[in-house]
């Protein structure tokens, strides 16, 4: 079954035989040049409600004779780049694919293809009620309660990303909008021993103001801060309060002293110009996502904080999109109705060129020694609470082939320009204990779950950040009918990534 | 594990949450081995457990009673575990030193404090500053939209109990921006300092020592300490000394931002006072502060305050006079108002997708708007009337609008004739009313009026399936065939037994109001297209509402259309609970502990038995509301279990 003839190497000389970029490895390229002091920095960006798989993988490579003769194998004979179970994937240069990459992933993303990694194949096969679980795409659970805790906040606390106090852990932002789950939170963090919610903020001027606070009023803050401090520890010493209470008021308490630090921001450069807007308008959906860019790039540039949270919409989102022609229905409906890849394409296309505009503004030279950008010295992860699959059948709400899109590489730790396909050929999904399996689905992947172990590590989190109650692995291992997963130590990152 | 298959209605590991199907967990092997065999064979009759059995072998037989057999009662579900967990004694207090006058006992509640809801926070805000206060202070509603909305997991937005860094930064976004304000704005700071008329008052200690013990016991809700007041005055002094013209706008900051002001206390706290008069004032103040937020979702008034300071305050008359004063109280309206909006799921209007063919004639401007407000209107009408009871909500068919739209809708005639009008026969009570039918695209959705009915008429949770164990395509909804009704075609839809297990809890009841379309207009029949696939093809069919509902445990005759399911919804005795303790957990902001359903159960009963009314419901609960912290001894129950 496995191909050892037809190399990774092999293929990539073939395509740049005919005229195709060779892939982007600047672990390789690069690794004299980075600093190991560089910060690194991780942006999660989150859209609702699936992928339709025609809209999101490259389909469209070009006709016979356009394409590479290697770019043609791997189509039409999915084994012969597959190398196994275990270590099994294949791959093509993104700079391989004539035309755009695909419907959602369009044009105006080719001036970024060489620091982009797009991954198929990955299965968050999570025990759940529901699957319409923000919280998923970064804690690898599936279920609403009780809430995991998600990488961007196991990041926020860690040492290694943070050596010193930060003026902010995490920035966690949203889009209102219309959605019957917008209470379901998308991060979800550790806090003496509490799991709660990092609830986002929903308004940029609010961030704005934030960031960059009115200077009157300042020392008036820190003074209440402090006064406010010892009367909240006399309420915590209260002996006839519930352990639950406790633990919210210590929270309560921490939170303050983190406001402290943050009244006086160390650095204020970056002030951006933000569009006036409401985020309560629908209309003004285009100008508030972009505030939230410039505010987050501000942040990086200003190393205010280092890790973000970006949700372009609420988990099941149901924004009806009155300004994207053709679009009939709300976005969740679309997602249950067959025949709707052309609405979902423009709605998510529309999502994509924020995304783009993130990539556009981070796409600065940081360093000069290196020349590396913002968005190289970066992690960008754009993906879902839902799987990528043929929506004319319907959407089940499997979690399996989860959308996973990355930029940068976080300052040289991932090898980027490529699209790698997890799947292994011929070999369905089992989706019941009975053996039943789910035949317009995708095939069989890896766990999703070495992804988010993989982000971690490349962040310089270390296994014990994670691994607090001693447990190895990260996510939710439960679910495997017929062990069709090989989840080996629990520890392993994603293989070549 | 074919066990698996029986978790979706019995509850994980066979420990139920709903009563209509029986735990499994813990039975005997020869019990559960023998009726499986019996719905197997066709020996015992069940439309979903014949089919769930039938797929079994004998040995799944075998496997799956060995299972739950296996099962310990005790391995409690997470949430149960929680209920244990909150049961352990709080603390290290030492009974002996709780107050004790007669009969009373300060009860200890694992809820003792509870952040302020946003939209109490707010009315709060408003009411301890002053309306022209707040109203005059131009950005004060933006920063207060920095808060976090409360998110409504537990049935309302007022049971949030979640804490996060941006509450903490919007309220200090919040006592920021009223500082910097009052600091620029002379005027301002005189309506809010209470012994403005002396001069210089600002930087007169008297003046200020006399605006903590005002301002900060208004905050509070009860009365400072002496430590307390000293506290703030030190903090003003320290201002003061800084920058004298910012001292008084900073003090009202550093009040904004105490945890006193922030959080709520359910009961006494404070079990350090030396005599029981201390003590007892101090519960009176947590009394009319838990009256106070439960009607009007802010602090108390000034005449709750003052009857707080009686000592006997809870077992006067004053107690009564005082619940009827605030019943009567607009504000009580307006916070009741919101429960049902609430709880009736008319709060988020749906989003408006109709297509013009359908909406035909009628006038979409404010549709969704207007019909929520007939349903405000009509609600109103039945509370405060203060006759009538659950029953005359679930079926009344008074009826006040002027709004054209729904005028149409339920086939009134254009200008109202009088302030008696009533629905056409075929309505009656909140079901049928159009916000309620309203579905925001044509097709009527049954299976989501009936799920809501289930959950929030008879609080039935239903939860989630779990989508691995569905056939495929199974959440895909019917798509429209021409030959077959919406009933037939959810019928087909549905059928598998795994389906069953739960739409057969669902279906009926949105069967039943298969009368009204997608936008609540009246019908007896339906036409069903395929326009896209086949513009030809259009078929006229009767609607069938004759279903059963499956709403008690012996069984039912058929209902025949939504009046009549109505008056059997009115008339139950669950609906009737259900409907009493979604108000008694509005009103506590926070779930209901074990006395307190005794209670809904009983005033439930009283309201069916003698014709009581919602009014006097509410007033009866409010008086176990206020008498709350010294009745109940020792309470640590789960109260999410409940």
Redesign the interface.
């Known amino acids: 079954m496995s191909s050892p003839d037809f190399s990774k190497r092999r293929f990539l000389k073939g395509a740049a035989g005919a005229s195709l970029a060779l892939p982007f490895f600047p672990s390789l390229s690069l690794a004299s040049d980075l600093s190991e002091d560089k910060p690194k920095r991780f942006i999660s960006i989150f859209s609702a409600n699936g992928q339709h798989d025609s809209n999101w993988y490259p389909t469209t490579l070009g006709t016979f004779d356009q394409m590479a003769v290697d770019v043609k194998r791997w189509l039409d004979d999915p084994l012969s780049w597959f190398y196994g179970n275990d270590r099994g994937y294949r791959e093509m240069a993104l700079t391989s694919i004539p035309g755009p990459i695909s419907k959602v992933i369009g044009p105006e993303f080719d001036p970024y293809r060489e620091k982009m990694l797009l991954i198929r194949g990955l299965d968050a096969a999570v025990l759940?009620?529901?699957?319409h679980i923000a919280t998923k795409m970064l804690s690898g659970f599936g279920e609403g309660s009780?809430l995991r805790v998600t990488i961007d906040q196991v990041m926020a606390r860690s040492k290694n990303v943070y050596k010193t106090e930060p003026w902010m852990r995490s920035l966690n932002v949203v889009m209102n909008g219309?959605s019957e789950m917008k209470?379901l939170p998308m991060s979800v963090a550790r806090r003496n021993e509490i799991i709660?919610?990092?609830?986002?903020?929903?308004?940029p001027?609010?961030v704005f103001?934030?960031m960059f606070p009115?200077p009157?009023?300042q020392?008036?803050?820190k003074?209440?801060?402090d006064?406010?401090d010892?009367?909240?520890n006399q309420?915590i010493s209260?002996?006839?309060?519930?352990?639950?209470?406790r633990q919210?008021?210590n929270?309560?308490l921490e939170?303050?002293r983190?406001?402290e630090l943050?009244v006086a921001p160390k650095n204020t450069c970056g002030r951006p110009e933000l569009m006036s807007i409401n985020?309560e308008n629908e209309e003004d959906a285009d100008d508030i996502l972009k505030n939230y860019v410039r505010l987050i790039v501000a942040a990086i540039k200003c190393d205010l904080c280092r890790v973000f949270n970006l949700q372009l919409a609420h988990t099941q989102d149901?924004r009806?999109f009155s300004w994207l022609t053709g679009v009939?229905?709300?976005h969740h409906?679309l997602t249950?109705s067959?025949d709707a890849a052309e609405p979902l394409a423009k709605i998510n296309r529309w999502y994509s060129l924020l995304v783009v505009e993130l990539l556009k503004q981070l796409d600065e030279i940081e360093d000069p020694v290196s020349g590396n950008t913002y968005l190289d010295n970066s992690l960008v992860f754009w993906g879902n609470e839902s799987g990528v699959r043929n929506l004319n059948?319907?959407?089940?709400?499997?979690s399996n082939d989860m959308q996973v899109l990355l930029f940068g590489n976080g300052n040289g730790s991932l090898k980027t320009n490529r699209f790698i396909d997890y799947q292994k050929p011929e070999t369905k999904i089992i989706?019941?204990?009975?053996g039943g399996v789910?035949?317009?689905g995708p095939n069989l992947g890896r766990p999703y779950n070495e992804l988010l172990i993989s982000l971690m590590m490349k962040m310089g989190v270390s296994h014990d950040e994670w691994e607090l109650n001693g447990e190895p692995g990260f996510g939710d291992y439960r679910?495997n009918y017929k062990n069709q997963y090989d989840f080996g130590s629990r520890r392993a990152p994603l293989p070549s990534i | 594990m074919k066990a698996a298959h029986c978790f979706a209605c019995h509850g994980d590991s066979g420990i139920s949450k709903n009563s209509s199907f029986p735990t499994l967990a813990g039975r005997d092997f020869s019990y559960l081995e023998a009726q499986l065999l019996a719905f197997k064979s066709g020996e015992r009759k069940s439309e979903i457990m014949s089919a769930m059995a039938s797929s079994l072998s004998d040995k799944d037989v075998v496997d799956v009673a060995a299972y739950f057999s296996s099962v310990s009662i005790n391995e409690v579900s997470p949430k149960t575990a929680n209920l244990e967990k909150q049961q352990l004694p709080m603390g290290e207090v030492d009974p002996t030193a709780l107050c004790q006058a007669g009969t009373m006992k300060f009860g200890q509640k694992s809820h003792a404090i509870k952040r302020l809801a946003k939209d109490e926070y707010k009315r709060t805000l408003w009411d301890l500053l002053g309306a022209d206060v707040a109203n005059s202070l131009p950005a004060l509603a933006g920063v207060i939209s920095s808060i976090p909305n409360d998110d409504m997991t537990g049935g309302f937005a007022n049971v949030d109990w979640s804490l996060s860094e941006n509450h903490v930064a919007g309220y200090l976004g919040v006592a920021n921006e009223i500082g910097v304000q009052l600091a620029d704005d002379f005027k301002l700071r005189k309506q809010v300092l209470s012994c403005s008329k002396r001069q210089n008052s600002e930087t007169d200690a008297t003046c200020i020592e006399q605006f903590i013990g005002d301002f900060a016991t208004r905050a509070y809700r009860r009365q400072l300490k002496e430590n307390e007041k000293s506290s703030l005055f030190e903090f003003w002094q320290q201002a003061d000394e800084k920058d004298s013209n910012r001292a008084f706008s900073s003090l009202v900051s550093r009040i904004l931002m105490s945890p006193h002001f922030l959080f709520r206390r359910e009961t006494g706290l404070n079990i350090e006072y030396d005599n029981c008069a201390k003590a007892v004032i101090d519960e009176n103040f947590n009394s009319v502060t838990r009256l106070s937020y439960g009607l009007w979702g802010t602090m108390p008034d000034q005449e709750l305050f003052a009857a707080a300071m009686d000592q006997d305050f809870l077992f006067s008359e004053n107690l009564d006079n005082q619940i009827s004063r605030m019943l009567d109280d607009p504000k009580t309206k307006e916070w009741i108002n919101r429960f049902f909006r609430q709880w009736l799921h008319f709060e988020e209007l749906p989003v408006e997708g109709y297509s013009w063919g359908f909406i035909e004639e009628i006038d979409r401007a404010h549709l969704h708007k207007s019909a929520a407000d007939e349903l405000d209107n009509f609600i109103h009408q039945i509370v405060w009337n203060q006759t009538k009871g659950f029953y005359d909500l679930m079926t009344s068919r008074i009826v006040q609008t002027d709004a054209p739209a729904i005028r149409k809708i339920y086939g009134l005639p254009e200008n109202a004739i009088s302030y008696s009008e009533l629905v056409p026969e075929n309505r009656a009570g909140i079901l049928t009313r159009a916000i309620k039918l309203m579905n925001g695209v044509d097709l009527a959705s049954p299976v989501k009026r009936g799920k809501f009915i289930r959950q929030q008429i008879l609080c039935e949770p239903l939860g989630l399936p779990d989508t691995r164990l569905l056939p495929e395509g199974a959440l895909i909804p019917p798509k429209p065939d021409y030959r077959l009704s919406t009933r037939q075609s959810w019928e087909a839809k549905t059928k598998p037994a795994l389906c069953q297990s739960c739409h057969h809890l669902m279906n009926p009841l949105g069967f039943v109001l298969e009368t009204y379309d997608g936008l609540g207009r009246y019908r007896l029949n339906e036409q069903i297209s395929v326009p896209e696939t086949n513009p030809e093809a259009i078929r006229e069919h009767k609607i069938d509402t004759v279903a059963i509902l499956n709403i008690n445990s012996a069984s039912e005759s058929p209902v025949n259309n939504a009046v009549e399911l109505s008056e059997a919804l009115g008339s139950s005795t669950k609906a009737n609970q259900c409907f009493v303790k979604q108000l008694a957990t509005y009103v506590n902001s926070r779930p209901l502990i074990t006395e307190e359903l005794e209670i809904v159960r009983n005033l439930a009963t009283e309201m069916m038995e003698n014709d009581g009314s919602i009014y006097s419901v509410l007033r009866d609960y409010m008086r176990h509301v206020a008498l709350s912290g010294v009745t109940y001894q020792n309470s640590i129950v789960g109260l999410q279990s409940q």
């Open positions: 759940n009620e529901n699957t009780p219309q209470y709660s919610p990092v609830v986002p903020y929903t308004d001027n609010v103001q934030k009115t009157i009023g020392d008036a803050k003074s209440i801060i006064s406010v010892e009367e909240l309420l209260n002996q006839r309060l519930s352990y639950d209470d919210k008021l929270n309560h939170f303050m983190e406001l943050q985020s149901q009806s009939r229905s709300n409906n249950h067959a059948f319907g959407n089940p709400h499997y989706m019941r204990p009975d789910d035949e317009n679910v």
